[in-house]
C-alpha cells in the first residue's frame, strides 16, 4: 500500500478516508470500483493511465480515498505541459468526462482537497474537472460543451423508425448504395481514414501509436467498425464498450462518404450491433455548442446534456480558451487544411499531444 497523500482525520473523529496514489497493484481493485460505481465512467477506468504515459509520455496522478482498505472515491489525473498550451492538471486529457467518481461525499471531499493541494505543488496553471455533473459552485466554469445519449431499444428497427426522418433518409440512402460494415483487427484502414478526415478540418491528427495503445490496452472494450463500398473503404470508427453502453469516440469519413451518406450509414450500423450485444445507451460523444457535429447529432434525435468542465484556477487568471472556435487559432486551422496529408501524419502527433 502506498503512503497517504493526505488524512482528514481527527482525533475522537469517525474514520475519514486516506488518499493514496495508485500502484499497479492495486488497478484490479481499481477497475473494481468503477464498475459498481454509477459515476464512474469508461475514461475512468485505470487503463487510461497507461494510455497516457505510454502514447503521449504525460506524467498521471490516479488517486483513490479508501477507508479500512475499501476504495470510496476515485480521481484520475494528467499532467499537460506545453510552452503553446500552458501547464494544466486535468481529469482527463484526451476523455469527455472525468473528475471525482465517489461512493460517499467524505471520499470526494478528500478527493476535492488531494488534487487542489497537489495543483498548488506542482504550480499549475489550473486543475480541470470534466464533469457530468456540477460539483464545485465556487469554481469557474465552461459552458462549451454537451453530450448527447440515448436509450436504445432491444429491436433494432424501433430505433431506425425514431431517428427523424431526414437523418433517416440518410441512412437509407447508404443501405441503398450497398454499404458494408466490417470489424478490423487492426487500425490501418481506420487510421488512414481519420486522418485525413481531421487534415479536411484542420485538426492536428494524433499519433498511430496512441491507437495501437488504445487497441492494446482495452482489448475487446475497443473497436474497430469500417465501412466499404464494392471493397473501398468510406468511412471508419473506433468506439468504447462499457457496462451496457458504446461509445463512437473517434470516426471519419474519405472524400467519397458524402455522396452514398458513409457517416450516417456507419453510425447506423455501429447503433445496430450495439442492440444485437444488448447494449442499452447509445452515448453519442462531446460537441461544441453551434458545431457541425452538435447539429448533426441534434438530427439524429439526440437531445443535448450539458457538460461542466470546472476549473480551480492556480497561476491562470482566467479559464483557458484552448479550442477551434478561438479566432486566435483560425490562421493556423486554414493553413492545416492545405497540408499534404503525409507531411499531417508527421506533424499532427508533435502538436496533438499537448491539445488533451
Not at 79 to 92: D, E, I, P, T, Y
Request: hydrophobic fraction near 40%.
Amino acid at each position: 500500500m502506498s503512503t497517504p497523500l493526505s488524512d482528514t482525520s481527527s482525533p475522537g473523529a469517525p474514520t475519514a478516508p486516506q488518499v493514496h496514489r495508485l500502484q499497479p497493484a492495486d488497478a484490479a481493485r481499481w477497475d473494481e470500483f468503477v464498475m459498481g460505481c454509477p459515476e464512474a465512467t469508461f475514461f475512468h477506468r485505470a487503463g487510461w493511465q497507461q494510455v497516457l504515459e505510454r502514447a503521449f509520455g504525460h506524467d498521471t496522478y490516479y488517486l483513490y480515498a479508501e477507508i479500512n482498505g475499501r476504495i470510496e472515491g476515485i480521481l484520475p489525473l494528467g499532467h499537460m505541459r506545453s510552452r503553446l498550451f500552458g501547464n494544466a492538471l486535468v481529469s482527463l486529457p484526451f476523455c469527455v468526462y472525468g473528475g471525482v467518481a465517489a461512493m460517499t461525499e467524505a471520499a470526494r471531499t478528500a478527493l476535492d482537497r488531494a488534487a487542489c493541494e497537489l495543483a498548488e505543488q506542482l504550480q499549475v496553471d489550473y486543475l480541470e474537472f470534466r464533469n457530468r455533473a456540477p460539483r464545485h459552485g465556487d469554481w469557474k466554469t465552461k459552458d462549451l460543451y454537451v453530450t448527447f445519449r440515448k436509450s436504445l431499444d432491444p429491436d433494432p428497427e424501433k430505433n431506425l423508425l425514431a431517428i427523424p426522418r431526414k437523418q433517416r433518409a440518410m441512412v437509407r440512402k447508404g443501405i441503398d448504395a450497398g454499404l458494408h460494415g466490417a470489424l478490423d483487427d487492426d487500425i490501418g484502414r481506420f487510421y488512414d481514414t481519420y486522418a485525413d478526415s481531421v487534415r479536411r478540418l484542420g485538426t492536428p491528427v494524433f499519433s498511430k501509436k496512441y491507437f495501437h495503445v488504445l487497441k492494446e490496452v482495452f482489448g475487446a472494450d475497443c473497436e474497430v467498425l469500417t465501412i466499404t463500398q464494392n471493397d473501398h473503404t468510406i468511412s471508419s470508427v473506433m468506439s468504447f464498450y462499457f457496462k451496457d453502453e458504446v461509445l463512437p469516440y473517434y470516426g471519419g469519413g474519405t472524400s467519397a462518404a458524402r455522396a452514398v451518406a458513409g457517416n450516417d450509414f456507419m453510425y447506423w450500423e455501429l447503433m445496430r450491433r450495439a442492440c444485437a450485444r444488448g447494449l442499452r445507451v447509445f452515448d453519442y460523444g462531446r460537441s461544441k455548442q453551434g458545431t457541425g457535429p452538435y447539429n448533426f447529432k441534434k438530427n439524429w434525435g439526440f437531445v443535448p446534456e450539458p457538460l461542466h468542465y470546472e476549473y480551480y484556477l492556480v497561476k491562470a487568471k482566467a479559464v483557458p480558451d484552448i479550442n477551434p472556435l478561438n479566432p486566435k487559432y483560425r490562421f493556423f486551422i486554414e493553413t492545416w487544411k492545405r497540408l499534404p496529408l503525409p507531411l499531417t501524419k508527421v506533424l499532427g502527433p508533435l502538436i496533438s499531444k499537448n491539445l488533451g
